[in-house]
């Protein structure tokens, strides 16, 4: 056991920079044997501060590759520690509270640990599976139909969306130009009321439940009110679902496959366990427990006795 001594911070940095050089000695020594830091009993070895780092994110790793921010990080660990140490020696060890969520995650963890065993224990999904899957299900792997088109906005006053309605369907008539000039749509008025390509599910439903009705290109809608004003709609292109290549779709399937997969073997696997484990399960009580419960009467209110008036003192 090694004998308390105060923590310095020039102990920590010593020691640190030796840790950087160690790996010039001659002799090897082991991760574990190489001591980082020492805080009162215990010490931070570069085994733990490696291992450590391994559980950082890839791009804080790589950040980590500068000395100073190695150090940072020592020095963090350093703090957790003697933090630590100071909740122990204040006994928050035995916190009831705080026992009580330690073996909840510590169950969390045996348990994870126990589904991922089963979950390795599934077959692989090979490219005949994913294949015969895609073939299977052709419908669900389509890119989704859009249009385009532009829209001319007259927010509030429908009589004036109308006059612009018949100047849009007036022989050579330029819906774009007739856009910038009229209207009120800040997002889309400089580019001649375009709204691009989009699929359903974009725009608000009353203008896409008009939109989509379009048939052909060049065909313009009546006004259309929705929660933004007046609309003039106009089809520019139509976009028709269209099945995906399976080289397109390939990891999605293995992906659905393998979860597919897990899931039937963690099922029967907890089926298995269930049947084989003496259960009593009271779900009379969990009814009556979720029933609303009924409010206590309120006592009534004791009303106040008026106040005695004095005796009149006799002359």
Known sequence: MLKRRPFRSTVLLVSALGALCWG????EVAEEEKVLARIGDE??????????????PPHVRRRMARVEEKKKHLNKLVERKCMLQEAERKGLADDPT????VENYRARLIVQKLLGSVKKGVA???????KEHYEKNRGQFQTRK????????IKKDEAEAKKVLKKTKAPGADFAALAKKYSQDPATKDKGGDLGYFSPGRMVRQFEDVAFSLENPGDISDTVKTPFGYHIIKLEDKKPAKPKPLAQVKVEIRR???????????DKFLEEIKSRTRLEINEDLLVEEAKPKAKPKAKPKAVPKPAEEPEEKKE
């Open 256 to 266: 659905r496959l393998t979860s597919q997969r897990q899931k039937e073997a963690q």
């Open 124 to 130: 692989p999904v090979t490219e005949e599976d994913v």
């Open 146 to 153: 859009q249009i385009k088109a532009r829209h001319i906005l």
């Open 43 to 56: 010490v931070i070895t570069l085994k733990d501060f490696n291992e450590d780092m391994s559980r950082m």
């Open 24 to 27: 010039c000695e001659k002799k």
């Open 98 to 101: 705080i026992v009580n969520q």
